[in-house]
């Protein structure tokens, strides 16, 4: 079974830029989920589909991320204009339903931005 | 959901000894998962421990629950240099997406 892809892996923009990172969850998961992970941190979610609707998305900072799931596949999550403090790892992760009470999370490598 | 605190934030030990971290919560947990992120890689589960389940084996680790206390522990024994790792609980509860703690980190030297 193939994996969460996430791409790219590294990314290295001046602040005020824009970047967009890219996720394909694993066959069948209706569930995904983006989080941030701040160096020496836990991983904070920012945004939840079940399907390609937003389950979750109250710590997203919605004046500069934006995030979608068309077709209720891949996922797209956008910065845009980026700020030093959004230097972080975005993971994608899925899972076969939004019931994390019983359920696996399966996550990607992450994709690592640095904002200079 | 509210985020667990992890303890240690740090800890090194050397081969073939035992790691204990713990996770506490200040709410009831109901369900509870581990998961380990290697250095530059995502998080991989590791296990679920459910609310009516004190005690869980996978291999090398042992995971409690006391849902008394709000708090899980986490034990690895006859560590190895492959599982220098940082570790992360999260509350598991029905309706809400895995909340992250800050995590421990653990380093094992040969």
Redesign the interface.
Known sequence: EAG?AQSPRYKIIEKRQSVAFWCNPISGHATL?W?QQIL??????LI?FQNNGV??DSQLPKDRFSAERLKGVDSTLKIQPAKLEDSAVY?C?SSRS?????????????SWLTVV | SQQGEEDPQALSIQEGENATMNCSYKTSINNLQWYRQNSGRGLVHLILIRSNEREKHSGRLRVTLDTSKNSSSLLITASRAADTASYFCARSDSGYALNFGKGTSLLVTP
Request: hydrophobic share 30%; aromatic share 14%; no cysteine.
């Open positions: 969460v989920y989080y020496g941190q836990g991983p904070k979610l939840q389950v979750d993971l992760a939004a019931d994390s009470s019983g359920n696996t999370i399966y996550f990607g490598e992450g």
